[in-house]
């Protein structure tokens, strides 16, 4: 078996909270670069997540991925990426409750030669601008 590595990132976003952020960025370009599944099963996926502007309030999100897109066999999967807490005073809290980077097994059937596509998303107090970079790893 072949083990592949993709890797995308979102650009900087203040988008409200619920709503999907694509990461489908090359990390060679801010050009958008759609994924074409090579088939196989996503085995797993590490993500890192920033928010890089100063914050003028504390804010608080929780941060999940979703995987979709025509190749994803079983349908669109959600995969729980942890919370991100911070504070807008030096005396404030700043706390990354999951790993700068976290990997997660998963078990992802994918469909050969159709689209597959990857959103965060950023739910709870003033998002800020929140960032995300994505691998994932395929056996074919």
Known sequence: MTELHIVRRSAASTSAVNLAVAVDLPIDSTAATPIT????????????????????????????LRVSGAAVMDGPQDIDCGSWQTGATSTALTQLVTPGMNRTKVNIPLKVNLPLVLSAFWNGLDSGTQMVQVEIVILV
């Open 37 to 64: 599944s090579p088939g196989g099963t996503i085995v797993e996926i590490a993500f890192s997540h920033c928010n890089p502007a100063a914050e003028v309030a504390t804010a608080g999100v929780v941060f999940s």
